[in-house]
């Protein structure tokens, strides 16, 4: 079947005439009038040619090259492929095409004629020559052909043309067949047999060593070769490109009594019992393709092998595998000193058959190849050279060697930077390998397409199907987006053509290869199936994401959290395509079901980039949904200070959702009371949600549970901190009933920071461990670090210098490729463990990078983070009593107090500002500023060391009860008194 685009691609070109359907529909009518109106069948997505298979040339051709009938096949060529056509554009790729079939056909017909001493086909393969001038394989067997004629001037005449036009054209020296066939013929020696399709078949060790070294691998070099001294058949698999030759090359090197087999030239089963006679026992060479019938042959190869000992190395099996394994058991059973070693895309399937997959190069080994390689064509290439870029390359290309060495040849024309780059058309960038390697490993190209070429029709289509996963995907999406059957998709697992990757309590997955994955998707597009499986692809992930977000505010959380992990990269490929299509519907249902899964994990870049395309599309979409991605994009406009815009898009979800029929999702419960309180000023929504009315259900307790924390940010804010710590407590409770993981661990910090200003370490300790320990379990990118630096910081401050030194490790680990949020507490946690831990230059190492990182940031925390910024440079400037750096620093502090002030943050000033009054000697300030610092924060700082030992000076100097006085003259200080006692510009 060809769809209308490819014909008019095919009949014009960039040259596309007007109504170009028209023209096509034109075009079928004359070629049914000449072929009969049955000729040509019309299917929804294009035009299908429904002819008897002997009428078309070339599937003749095909037909008679798989018959084993090479002669006969080429026999059938008058000329140039489609000559007549040369004025259309399809026709010099399709005339390539079938010219390098012919050439390969004659060659087989060549390779029979020398095996059975009959003349050569010298008239084609000078056709060939003509044609393809520098094709080595063709001259080398012309001129073989004409030595066996006893025409040796004539051979080496062809053989000096061919090595002159290559070193003209291409400036390259022969390949080994060239220099092979040259060097026999001028010893005149005879054909060697491997021109019968066997690489070696010799009496005693495999001689012939790898013209490379080979890299990695030693794992399972040991275990093959382990196999081999107990398993009679050993087979290795894997996809095309794996390095399964090799590997089996490497592993009977040394042995006595190999025999190597190469089967990938065979084109039909015929050939096979006389191609391993030959190899076994040369001086029994016979004709390939007309004995496997003939029970005198078997027995032959039966009576070769006889009782000694031998290993057969049967190499590339999987075109002829039924055949293979047929004649393997045979041997197998009545040879019982024999031992094979097959590589094949696919299991023999055989009793007694001991399996080794070669999967992927680990990535050091990847890298370690890439190397190897890459100095063969620039000298001066090193390990170091683009680590980043190689480490990219190789992982884009599976760890699958051949592709790596493919990518590494073309370093003669790109950096590996620019190969990473181009990998998205890396068919089209790894076309070029070794000249003398097998057509099939010649390009990146051929080598999927010799696995794709043995699928049978139902395994191709769901192969191209299967290209629309990313990631990978179960048996149930597999059969809901592609139609899979279980039969057809473990065939294309035994193929090597998807690998089934297993995880503990976690559905199979079947995923493939990227280039595997990327010749599926261009045949999927050549179908003309796309159109109809990515929208498929899509709903199954929608009503995945949707039933999932029922589940992520429940008990349940931790398992569709699991699920929506791992079908992450599915979720991602399903908004691309929706939102690629203007699809608003999908894309906005997609992105409010997967929204709270993005901030639980921590993806607020990955959130806020989806969010606002959702938002942007004006095709219809469900209200809830768009009510839903407008109230979280309006969170994250608030997050990154952009006031004005988050109220617009707070302001339009309420009014969506006073359109909707209650009761409401849970999301959407909490935005009529967030709303009311950021454009109105209005607490009494929350209030109302808030109280001890509110019904028992699941849903109803987590949205208490959300504004209860809520409401004790804002009793934090206003420093009454008994109201805080009720609220937090009835939170953690609410949480804790309906099984949210991620609300606990919201509330445990709040209660971990609750005791540590209560001076209660272990409690701290505790409740951060706790919290760490959930954000594990949810993958919380995001909390996970804050809650490492917050217990490094708890940890600090009791003296436990080792603990917090091994939690700050771990969270910088953790965001060592990312930038600090916005807003978080972690740049000035790291500073506060670097002072206590005595580590002063490392303090002001931590000041220098966090002023660089937030120069000129203008968020919803740049205030707050200003006024910490600022005290950690007091804090560090007063640990070496350098009174006039902590004043100008405690003056910024004061320059960042917003109209709005919020009551911690005026007390960490006051408490910084308290040390500096101690260094000028002015304790009675001192005390009053720790009165200050203890309205505004609800309580004194008992947990920071700092706090307490100026408390202490405090007492000292003014006596217990002149500083319990002067404390409570300070706490008694309206608002503006006591920031007027804070430093002030001079």
């Known amino acids: 079947m060809v769809t209308v685009p490819t014909l008019v691609d095919d009949l014009w070109g960039t040259a596309v005439p007007d109504r170009a359907d028209n023209a096509v529909q034109a075009l079928v009518s004359r070629l049914r009038r000449v072929l009969g109106s049955g000729a040509i069948h019309t299917d929804p997505a294009g035009y299908r040619l429904a002819l008897p298979t002997d009428s078309v ?25 489609l000559a007549d056509l040369a004025e259309l554009p399809f026709v010099a790729s399709a005339s390539a095409r079938l010219s390098d079939r012919r050439a390969l056909a004659v060659e087989q017909a060549a390779r029979l004629a020398l095996m059975s001493a009959e003349p050569g086909p010298i008239d084609h393969l000078t056709s060939v020559l003509a044609d393809q001038p520098l094709r080595e394989p063709t001259a080398a067997l012309l001129a073989r052909c004409l030595h066996a004629q006893d025409r040796r001037a004539d051979a080496l005449a062809v053989l000096d043309r061919t090595r002159k036009a290559l070193s003209d054209q291409l400036g390259v020296d022969p390949g080994a067949d060239l220099a092979a066939a040259h060097l026999d013929i001028l010893r005149a020696a005879p054909p060697p047999a491997r021109e019968s ?31 081999l001294t107990t398993a009679r058949l050993v087979t290795l698999t894997g996809p095309g490109g794996a390095g399964k030759t090799r590997l089996a090359t490497e592993a009977v090197a040394g042995r006595d009594g190999v025999r190597v087999v190469e089967l990938a030239p065979l084109t039909a089963a015929s050939e096979l019992t006389s191609v391993l006679l030959a190899s076994v026992d040369s001086s029994r060479m016979v004709l390939r393709g007309h004995v496997e019938d003939n029970p005198s042959t078997t027995q032959r190869l039966l009576d070769a092998v006889g009782g000694r000992p031998l290993l057969l190395v049967l190499d590339n099996c999987e075109h002829l595998i039924a055949a293979v394994a047929a004649l393997t058991e045979t041997l197998l059973t009545h040879a019982p000193r024999l031992r094979v070693l097959a590589t094949s895309r696919e299991p023999l399937g055989i009793a007694g058959e001991w399996l080794h997959p070669v999967d992927a190069l680990a990535p050091d080994d990847a890298g370690a190849l890439f190397a190897e390689r890459a100095r063969a064509v620039r000298p001066d290439f090193t390990p170091a050279t683009a680590p980043e870029a190689v480490a990219e390359i190789c992982r884009r290309l599976d760890g699958q060697p051949l592709a790596i060495e493919l990518a590494a040849a073309r370093l003669r024309m790109f950096s590996p930077a620019e190969i990473a780059a181009r990998l998205d058309d890396r068919f089209r960038l790894l076309s070029a390998g070794s000249r003398t390697a097998p057509d099939r490993h010649q390009t990146l190209r051929a080598v999927v397409a010799w696995s794709w070429d043995l699928l049978t029709e139902p395994e191709r289509v769901l192969a191209r199907r299967l290209a629309v996963f990313a990631g990978g995907a179960t ?8 139609g899979a059957e279980e039969n057809t998709l473990a065939a294309l697992v035994d193929k090597s053509l998807v690998q089934a990757v297993t995880q503990d309590d976690a559905p199979t997955r079947y995923r493939m290869l990227e280039t595997i994955k990327a010749y599926a998707a261009e045949r999927l597009d050549e179908a003309g199936e796309r159109h109809a499986t990515a929208p498929r692809h899509g709903r199954y992930f929608l009503a995945l994401a949707e039933e999932a977000d029922q589940h992520l505010r429940t008990a349940d959380q931790l398992r569709w959290m699991g699920r929506l992990r791992a079908e992450s990269d599915n979720l991602t490929e399903a908004l691309r395509d929706a939102s690629s299509r203007g699809d608003a519907a999908t894309t906005v249902r997609l992105t409010a079901a997967l929204s709270w899964y993005w901030l639980v994990r921590g993806l ?17 979409a469900p209200d809830a949904a768009r009510a839903t991605s407008l109230s979280l994009l309006a969170g994250t406009e608030f997050r990154l200070g952009n006031w004005a815009e988050g109220r617009l898009k707070i302001g339009e979800a309420r009014a969506l959702i006073g359109q909707l029929p209650l009761p409401h999702p849970p999301l959407l419960r909490l935005v009529i009371p967030l709303a009311a309180l950021l454009l109105d000023g209005d607490e009494k929504p929350i209030l109302e949600l808030t109280g001890p009315d509110v019904e028992d259900a699941v849903e109803s307790r987590w949205v208490r549970g959300f504004l209860l924390h809520m409401r004790a940010h804002l009793a934090e804010r206003a420093g009454d901190v008994t109201t805080q710590r009720e609220l937090v407590r009835a939170a953690h409770d609410d949480f804790g009933a309906v099984g949210d993981r991620f609300g606990r661990g919201m509330t445990l910090c709040s209660l971990g920071e609750l005791e540590e200003l209560a001076g209660r370490g272990c409690a701290a300790a505790d409740a951060y461990a706790e919290a760490v320990a959930l954000a594990r379990e949810l993958g919380n990118d995001d909390d996970l670090p804050e809650f490492l630096l917050l217990a490094a910081r708890a940890a600090a401050r009791r003296g436990d210098l080792a603990s917090a030194r091994a939690q700050l490790d771990e969270a910088t680990r953790l965001t060592a490729d990312r930038a600090t949020d916005v807003g978080r507490p972690s740049p000035l946690a790291r500073i506060e463990i670097a002072r206590l831990a005595g580590d002063l230059p490392g303090a002001r190492t931590a000041l220098r990078a966090t002023d660089a990182e937030f120069a000129g940031r203008r968020d919803a925390g740049a205030a707050e983070r200003a006024i910490g910024l600022a005290c950690a440079h007091a804090a560090v400037a007063l640990d070496t009593d350098d009174a006039e750096t902590a004043d100008a620093a405690l003056r910024r502090a004061v320059e960042a107090i917003s109209d709005d002030p919020d009551g911690p943050a005026i007390a960490l000033i006051a408490e910084h500002a308290a040390r500096w009054a101690l260094l000028r000697n002015d304790p009675v300030r001192a005390a009053e500023l720790l009165g200050v610092a203890i309205t505004r924060r609800g309580t004194l700082d008992r947990g920071n060391p700092d706090v307490m030992a100026t408390f202490t000076a405090v007492t000292r100097a003014l006596g217990h009860a002149g500083a319990e006085a002067t404390i409570q003259r300070g706490r008694a200080l309206s608002p503006q008194a006591g920031l007027g006692l804070l430093p002030a510009q001079p």
Request: charged share 25%; hydrophobic share 45%; with cysteine.
């Open 57 to 81: 040339d070339a599937a003749l051709f095909d037909r008679l090259v798989a018959e084993a009938r090479p002669a006969e096949a080429a026999a059938l060529w008058r000329g140039p492929a």
């Open 197 to 227: 399709g066997t690489s070696a078949h010799r009496v005693g060790c495999l001689s012939r060593p790898g013209l490379s070294r080979f890299v990695g691998r030693d794992g399972d070099l040991r275990r093959v070769q382990d196999m």
């Open 475 to 482: 048996l149930d999406a597999a059969t809901d987006v592609c």
């Open 604 to 620: 607020f870049t990955e959130a806020t980039g989806w969010l606002t395309t959702a938002c942007a599309l004006t095709g219809p």
